[in-house]
């Protein structure tokens, strides 16, 4: 923490020094003049270009070192212009746009938001203005503000370096190091020629007489990169220990829930994932599986102390195994104990000498420690066993200036194809918001050259992959062309533990077979379901939008009439499944689509059952704690389980809080809606304790009943 602290108050500096955006002030300066000569005309712009004018002049007719200072200097006239500028127009809004950007190099975050604002008032959706008052919020040390902007100016503009940017300076100044790992870097994708992209933003020499310039920058792209290898190589361990046999005499209930857990880390939702290694450990004390999936939770939370402290409960209970050591030594490194994590490292390399993911804790140690030596020695060695260590390899010994020897594995891969891979990586993170996906690629395009275009028998003929979108629960998911049809799709490849059980790949083609007799507007459409010994090929609409989960986080909370917008195709889509005795099982934010077009999906029927399977125990607890009904735990199917993750899903929506996990006995949202948001009518609390009876008999009995009572309750506000 004091460190990053220190980093920012240099970056505070160097914004103020007047590399907040990418243009300079002569040629923001420049544009408002052109404006002036060959722009339309707005209300005030006499007056204002008349100042413009007199400034250009005076700072064109200057030696080049001087400029700056005058533009800053004659700030307080221009300012003073523009605020008598009165007019809705595009161009009065670039005047003002303009003025915050200049405000915002002269260190006058204060006005620089003013400015934005008032660019903002008329025009909301300029995207020049959004990030600098993105800027300008940062400037203030108002983060939260600044991601919010960053983020609304990326919606507007993907591809913006400079609104990556941005959003990568906030995030870093919220302590999100990954998020602003993952927008530097496509930054840096976008412009390659900008080396400053892993230190958020351009550094100004000589403006800090304190700080050297030049190794702050390093410092900072030195942190940005650790912290994304070493991320990728903790959900990479965490990935082949889910796809690992677990051995377990007699099964436990816990068991499916700290599965259950590791799927949420390989879909980034790192607080389901805890929420649910939280109830397995409820139910199993001595369970060490989820123990240790809760420590990776905490550690990609950045919660490091509760990783050490679950991961040394999972020791306890297994000692022998390797990944509870490596997972507590990321940690050990992350609060800078070096020794005790070495200690850790060296430990399982005893009881395993090819733990590669040691060796590259060792190798991070060694580095922080200063032996530069020892740090070569463990990367290598980790890069011989694995190909997903060469870029850690690489990028470390560059980053000291040493040489790294060709590993056993093969030269170091081509920069041009790790480029490559990298763009796809964005690409996935950016569409899918699935982290584990970085990690996947990353490996897999390491090992062939061809694995961005997977080879997958079955659709050769019929369908062009374009690429991975992520690692989800059950498979892999690729974006792919319908050459017959020319149109995208989604293409879901089942894991191969779940194809190769002839039991489990009956259930599971079942199970698709039945989801995809459903053809309703607001459940996600299954075009084909393709088997062939390879494998089993899920063939899905392509959707681009956000979940419901995304939206809440980016809004806080919903108002009344937006939750109603959305639940209404919820409980439509979910009243026709009933009737054609489905149950989703796991309905949630995060399988709650909001495409482009506004329209809304259910996601992910793949784990749903039919009705007259309801008392077969069995299929155990699966859901989502939090969202999940009681009776979902004794692996009971029943409709009235939906309506209870309904009225889970509303709540969150209308209070921002996440749903707690549920006691035996009690209700699971925690307090009343209204206590959290005081201004929701009161009758809401009713509809959520009704529809969240922990007795599924005593719960409104159906979708469309759920949607008359709420819809009964807006319409009595309304009058």
């Not at 200057?62 to 605020?83: K, V």
């Not at 796991?586 to 029927?605: A, C, H, Q, R």
Request: charged share 25%.
């Amino acid at each position: 923490m004091a460190y990053r602290a220190a980093v920012l108050t240099a970056i505070m500096g160097l914004t103020q020094a007047g590399r907040a955006s990418t243009d300079s002030s002569l040629a923001l300066l420049t544009g408002l003049e052109t404006g002036c000569r060959a722009g339309p005309s707005f209300s005030g712009k006499e007056r204002f270009c008349q100042s413009t004018r007199s400034l250009f002049e005076k700072v064109r007719q200057a030696p080049s070192e001087r400029r700056e200072d005058l533009i800053n200097e004659g700030l307080d006239e221009l300012n003073f212009a523009a605020e008598q500028v009165e007019d809705p127009s595009q161009a009065a809004a670039k005047v003002h746009g303009t003025l915050s950007a200049l405000n915002n190099r002269a260190g006058r975050f204060t006005h620089g938001r003013r400015f934005a604002d008032r660019a903002l008032e008329t025009h909301p959706a300029d995207r020049d203005a959004l990030i600098s008052r993105s800027n300008a919020h940062f400037g203030l040390k108002q983060f939260e503000r600044a991601y919010e902007d960053s983020t609304l100016a990326l919606a507007i503009d993907p591809d913006s370096p400079e609104a990556l940017r941005a959003r990568a300076l906030a995030a870093y100044g919220l302590g999100h190091l990954l998020q602003a790992a993952e927008d530097a870097r496509k930054a840096l994708a976008l412009d390659p020629n900008d080396r400053t992209a892993f230190a958020i933003m351009k550094l100004t020499q000589g403006r800090i007489p304190s700080i050297n310039i030049d190794a702050l920058h390093a410092r900072v792209a030195n942190e940005v990169q650790r912290e994304y290898h070493g991320l990728v190589h903790q959900l990479n361990q965490i990935e082949e220990k889910r796809r690992k046999p677990q051995v377990s005499a007699p099964p436990h209930p816990a068991d499916s829930l700290a599965q259950a857990a590791a799927a949420k880390i390989a879909s980034k939702d790192y607080w389901g994932a805890l929420a649910n290694a939280e109830e397995a450990i409820r139910l199993n004390p001595n369970s060490a599986l989820a123990y240790y999936y809760r420590a990776a939770a905490n550690n990609l939370l950045g919660r490091y102390e509760d990783a050490i402290s679950d991961a040394t409960r999972a020791l306890m209970i297994d000692p022998a195994d390797t990944a509870h050591r490596d997972v507590r030594a990321w940690a050990y490194n992350k609060l800078g104990r070096f020794r005790d994590a070495i200690a850790d490292s060296q430990r399982s390399l005893q009881i395993d000498p090819r733990d590669a993911y040691a060796m590259a804790n060792l190798g991070y140690s060694r580095e922080k420690m200063g032996d530069l030596p020892g740090m070569l020695r463990e990367l290598r060695r980790a890069a011989s066993l694995s190909p997903q260590f060469q870029p850690a390899l690489k990028d470390a010994a560059e980053r000291h200036g040493m040489e790294t020897a060709a590993s056993p594995s093969g030269p170091a891969p081509d920069p041009g194809r790790r480029a490559r891979s990298f763009l796809l990586v964005v690409a996935s993170s950016a569409i899918g918001g699935i982290l584990i996906s970085i990690g996947f690629l990353y490996l897999k395009t390491e090992e062939s050259p061809s694995a961005a275009q997977p080879k997958l028998p079955l659709l050769a003929s019929n369908y062009s992959v374009l690429r991975t979108l992520g690692l989800g629960g059950m498979g892999v998911v690729y974006e792919a062309m319908d050459q017959a049809l020319q149109r995208k799709v989604a293409v879901k490849m089942i894991r191969d533990e779940l194809s190769g059980d002839p039991a489990a790949r009956q259930s599971l083609l079942e199970e698709a077979r039945t989801v995809a007799a459903l053809h309703h507007p607001g459940i996600v459409d299954i075009h084909a379901i393709l088997e062939d010994p390879s494998g089993i090929y899920l063939i899905f609409e392509f959707l681009e939008g956000q979940t419901l989960d995304q939206l809440i986080r980016k809004r806080k909370r919903l108002s009344l009439p937006e939750a109603r917008a959305i639940i209404k195709p919820v409980c439509q889509a979910l009243d026709y499944a009933h009737r054609h005795q489905v149950v989703h099982r796991d309905l949630k934010p995060g399988n709650i689509m909001v495409t482009g077009e506004g329209t809304v999906k259910l996601l992910d029927f793949g784990i749903s059952r039919r009705l007259e399977r309801r008392s077969n125990a069995g299929t155990g607890g699966w859901g989502t704690p939090g969202y999940m009904a009681p009776e979902q735990r004794e692996g009971i199917v029943r409709k009235e389980s939906d309506i209870f993750s309904i009225g889970a899903c509303l709540y969150e929506m209308l209070t921002g809080v996440r749903p707690r996990p549920l006691d035996n006995d009690g209700p699971g949202y925690g307090e009343k809606a209204t206590a959290v948001a005081p201004t929701l009518p009161s009758a809401l609390d009713e509809l959520i304790d009704r529809s969240m009876h922990p007795d599924p008999d005593k719960r409104i009995g159906s979708a469309e009943e759920f949607w008359a009572r709420l819809d009964g309750l807006e319409a009595a506000l309304e009058t």
